[in-house]
């Protein structure tokens, strides 16, 4: 087996009755940012728990900088960094003290633990907070202060289960901004996301739903991919153009946006056909026009075409 940062070949995992993740496998190189975008109830965290070797596979292989993960448990838990999505870290610990933590609980000197803390403080800018217990800090720095007791030891890959949940738009900005940065310094990073918007802040996305891996790939190439024409139609009452639709053009796709629907013309029928057969139906709208997919716009598709992920 090769030596990239992370390989996983073919994962299943069933809990009693139901199948978590279906055949998933990712390959991941130095240096990127690799997103795993989907819903709740995915297979996400299930994923990565798998990875970092927190919970047993029933079958497939992960495979991690060379080595197989499940049967070097301790290489990999020493070498990876891992960041659940729920805030882990010592709540009555001041942002310091848990910096320090860490770095003990890795081992790493304490004359080598000084430099990287003031580092991780610059970066991080929670230098003027050191003192500050982790408990008070706003949900944006809380997530800087794991992300930071996560790169203490230096992982070679980073694991981060969805990093931005929950926090506010500008965190949310600042903590992709630490991201790019440290993929810039070589780091390989592997993030999980329901918000599809931060898919086009990765390197490669795999779009993953009921536990399967839907299609993966560059996000504009994924985007690129879309071959079926894709309207825009906005009116006052986008639930009823919904239904309307789907009675007038059932084996077509639409998805709500906003004030509007989106139609995904499969049968090619064309925008004067579309617009013609909602008037002959008395149904009002104020516009439809063509537009570009988004990454939304894709995954939805994708579902569509995959029936439930069975």
């Known amino acids: 087996m090769n030596d990239k940062p992370l390989i996983v070949e073919n994962i299943e995992k069933s809990f009693g009755g139901v199948r978590a993740l279906r055949g998933v496998s990712l390959q991941l190189e130095p240096g990127q940012i690799y997103g795993l975008i989907g819903p709740d109830g995915a297979g996400k965290t299930t994923l990565m728990r798998i990875i970092v070797t927190l919970l ?15 049967r070097d448990i301790t290489f990999v838990r020493r070498n990876i960094g891992y960041m659940p999505q729920r805030f882990s870290l010592y709540p009555d610990l001041t942002v310091e003290e848990n910096l320090r933590f860490f770095g003990d609980l890795f081992g790493v000197q304490p004359q080598v633990q000084a ?3 003031q580092k991780l403080y610059r970066f991080s800018r929670l230098g003027p907070f050191k003192k500050r217990m982790a408990d008070a800090l706003s949900g944006g720095m809380k997530q800087k202060l794991a992300l930071s007791c996560m790169l203490i030891h ?11 949940y929950g926090v506010d738009p500008v965190s949310r900005a600042e903590l992709w901004d630490i991201l790019k940065e440290l993929a810039a310094d070589g780091k390989t990073i592997l993030v999980s996301t329901a918000y599809m918007d931060e898919a086009l802040l990765c390197d490669h996305v795999a779009l993953i739903f009921k536990g399967k891996v839907l299609a993966s790939g560059r996000p504009q190439a994924l985007i690129r991919s879309m071959k079926q024409p894709l ?3 906005k009116t006052q009452n986008a639930h009823g153009l919904y239904h309307a639709l789907q009675k007038l053009f059932a084996k077509n796709d639409f ?11 499969r049968q090619n029928l064309g925008m004067d056909h579309i617009r013609r057969k909602l008037k002959e139906n008395h149904f009002p709208f104020d516009l439809i026009k063509p537009i570009e997919p988004n990454i939304e716009d894709i995954f939805l598709n994708l579902i569509h075409q995959h029936g439930d992920g069975e």
């Not at 992960?62 to 080595?67: A, C, E, I």
């Not at 230096?154 to 931005?164: F, G, L, Q, S, Y």
């Open 115 to 117: 430099e990287r803390l």
């Open 154 to 164: 230096e992982p070679a890959v980073m694991i981060m289960d969805e990093p931005t």
């Open 56 to 70: 047993k596979a029933d079958a497939g292989s992960v495979w991690f900088l060379g080595r197989n993960a499940a």
């Open 231 to 233: 309207y825009l139609i």
């Open 255 to 265: 998805n709500l946006f906003g004030e509007g629907v989106h139609l995904f013309d």
